[in-house]
């Protein structure tokens, strides 16, 4: 198996994902490997329409980067099963999963026999 290469896949996606996390929130400084929508900075007392867009961009943001820390997690997940030596051995039946199952999703965790 090309685990190099499926290392690289995965470096360059967990980079992309925390780009695009690092847009809408930030670091939880709290939890490691946790992140949070980023606090709006509005300093002035906005009228009820203006309130009203904050609280919806925010929830709009909080689901967005849920989306994203999932897959960032899957990711994680991956690299640490190449760091154990793991990668690529199904989790149900202890196969082999198809390089190209992985070619198209780096962090498959079952073959295409055990979906």
């Not at 929130?25 to 007392?45: C, H, I």
């Not at 904050?54 to 190449?82: G, K, M, P, Q, Y």
Request: hydrophobic fraction near 35%; glycine fraction near 6%.
């Amino acid at each position: 198996m090309k685990t190099e290469h499926f290392r690289k896949k995965l470096e360059i996606e967990k980079a992309r994902l925390e780009s695009e996390m690092g847009g809408i929130g930030r670091r939880n400084p709290s939890v490691p490997n946790d992140w949070e929508a980023a606090p709006s900075e509005t300093d002035v007392e906005a009228d009820p329409v203006d309130q009203a867009d904050v609280v919806t961009s925010r929830e709009t943001n909080l689901s967005i980067l849920a989306d994203l820390e999932a897959r960032f997690d899957s990711i994680l997940s991956a690299l640490a099963r190449i760091e154990k030596k793991t990668y690529g051995k199904c989790e149900v039946c202890g196969g082999k999963i198809e390089e190209a199952r992985l070619e198209a999703n780096p962090t498959a965790t079952t073959c295409t026999e055990d979906l």
